[in-house]
């Protein structure tokens, strides 16, 4: 059971990456996935999370109208994709899972959380 995070890079403010999420040794279509992200000297704080079905999605303020969470669930993958970025984007970007993703979204308990992918936007 594990989750990879990818797609992390160096890009330049106003620009976009794509993140990954896959999954290996369980059905990700049936929890839903969240986004996190740790900057330097800040602590974890959530993204983005989406359901199990793809039909709820919540964003934390700072990302809202820059970004979009998906998931296909038959090649058991998450994205998110971040658009505008800005040089407080930059941050460690993790997924993991939960039961659901309706109230306190963010909140534990998530689970196999991914490695990591590095994003980091120059100004």
């Known amino acids: 059971v594990q989750l990879q995070a990818s797609g992390g890079g160096l890009v330049q403010a106003g620009g976009s990456l794509r993140l990954s999420c896959a999954a290996s040794?369980?059905?990700?279509?049936?929890?839903?996935v969240g986004w996190f992200r740790q900057g330097p000297g800040k602590t974890r704080g959530g993204v983005s999370c989406i359901s199990a079905s793809g039909r709820k999605t919540h964003y934390v303020d700072s990302v809202k109208g820059r970004s979009t969470i998906s998931r296909d669930n038959v090649s058991n993958t998450a994205y998110l994709q971040l658009n505008s970025l800005k040089p407080e984007d930059t941050a460690v970007y993790y997924c993991a899972t939960r039961a659901g993703c309706s109230a306190n979204y963010f909140a534990p308990p998530y689970s196999n959380w991914g490695q990591g992918t590095l994003v980091t936007v120059s100004s």
């Open positions: 040794g369980f059905p990700l279509g049936e929890v839903a």
